[in-house]
């Protein structure tokens, strides 16, 4: 079904952008990406999160969503899951190019750069469509100027769920304008359902060493390591957990710290 504003009976919300589609990508049964126009007076973080949704109702339901493309693109990108009866993604699954895209004014999210204390190394730790943020973070020539190694970790249960991380990460080394700072960036895929060269949750290959050993680095260390993480419930607290017992501190956007947590989801 096309969700075309020019179609429905449903005006837009005040307080909303109302933006088209200019591409949409399937990935998976689970996983799709879009693109749509940006506003011209929308300005972000690389990192933050904004609510969209639909013009399929009077009050239409809105979701959060990180931006996946970094604060210099002129169109703007996210990627979502796809839930049969989700309130909104069993809509959003089905937008097409041209269609129309809900989105509220204000960003917000504490993924970004600024959150954080200068530090050498910089890990950002996600399963799933939590790659969303760092999607946007590695294509900012502000996160190789902060740090000289920046370390992706994605956990999906299939090998066909990595695709989008794996692509992006492998264009960013040819980015005109952050490739040639991005020697330092690196992506560690892991699945828990499916065979491949590397197997398991993060979590537990961090407490176990095993995710050092093959990428050969030191263990987390408060004086040099800086961590992001974004996932599921469980994901958050776990790794949490850990970067804590490793000697971090998380901090926000008012208190930057050596660590930061988002916690918004989509259904």
Known sequence: M?????????????????????????????????????????????????????PNAEKPVFRAYSVASPSWDEELEFYSIKVPDGPLTEHLQKIKEGDTILMRKKPTGTLVNDALLPGKRLWMFSTGTGFAPFASLIR?????????????????????????????????????????????????ATTTREDYPFMGRTTDLMTNGKLFEDLEVPPISPDTDRGMI????????????????FGLVEGSNSKPDTFVVERAFVD
């Open 230 to 245: 974004c996932g599921s419930m469980n994901m958050l607290k776990d790794t949490k957990a850990l970067l804590e017992e």
């Open 140 to 188: 900012d020539p502000e996160t190789y100027e902060k740090f000289e190694e920046v370390i992706v970790t994605h956990t999906c249960r299939e090998v066909a769920e990595l695709t989008y991380s794996k692509n992006l990460v492998a264009s960013v080394k040819d980015d005109p304008l952050c490739g040639e700072f991005a020697h330092g960036l690196s992506l560690y």
């Open 2 to 54: 096309a969700l075309d504003s020019k179609e429905t009976k449903f005006p837009i919300p005040a307080g909303v952008f109302a933006q088209t589609v200019t591409e949409v990508q399937h990935y998976t049964d689970r996983l799709f990406r879009f693109r749509m126009t940006r506003p011209a007076s929308f300005r972000f973080r690389s990192g933050e999160f904004v609510m969209i949704g639909l």
